[in-house]
């Protein structure tokens, strides 16, 4: 059983940056790809990035390709998302997920694990 827990989270104001943080505690954290998702108010649950097991290969929906950066620490057992240049679109709860692919795209019926959330509210 692997626990995730999100912290981060918080109100920032659109062009602005968040950075959250994925501690992983129970299991082989570095036998896992990493990959956050979100959700917003009525719709459904979208990826957002993923990271191999290595953390050599990164994965990025278009909406935030060029914004956002995912990253781990194997020593940590933590997962990172950078997010810059925020926009009101962002505005979410960030999920972070633990998959035993290797590589690629997670869905969401790939992920063996879920964190609890973190909001992220954008302002204008």
């Known amino acids: 059983q692997v626990l995730l827990v999100e912290t981060g989270g918080g109100l920032v104001q659109a062009g602005g940056s968040l950075r959250l943080s994925c501690a992983a505690s129970?299991?082989?954290?570095?036998?896992?790809?990493m990959a956050w998702f979100r959700q917003a108010p009525a719709k459904e649950r979208e990826f957002v990035a993923a990271?191999?097991?290595?953390?050599?290969?990164?994965w990025y929906a278009d909406s935030v390709k060029g914004r956002f950066i995912i990253s781990r620490n194997n020593i940590k057992n933590t997962s990172y998302l950078q997010m810059d240049s925020l926009k009101i679109e962002d505005t979410a709860v960030y999920y972070c997920?633990?998959?035993?692919?290797?590589?690629?795209?997670?869905?969401?019926?790939?992920?063996?694990?879920w964190g609890q959330g973190t909001q992220v509210t954008v302002s204008s």
């Open positions: 990271i191999n097991r290595s953390g050599l290969s990164t």
């Open positions: 997920a633990a998959a035993r692919v290797d590589g690629g795209v997670v869905v969401t019926g790939a992920v063996d694990y």
């Open positions: 129970g299991g082989a954290f570095s036998r896992y790809s």
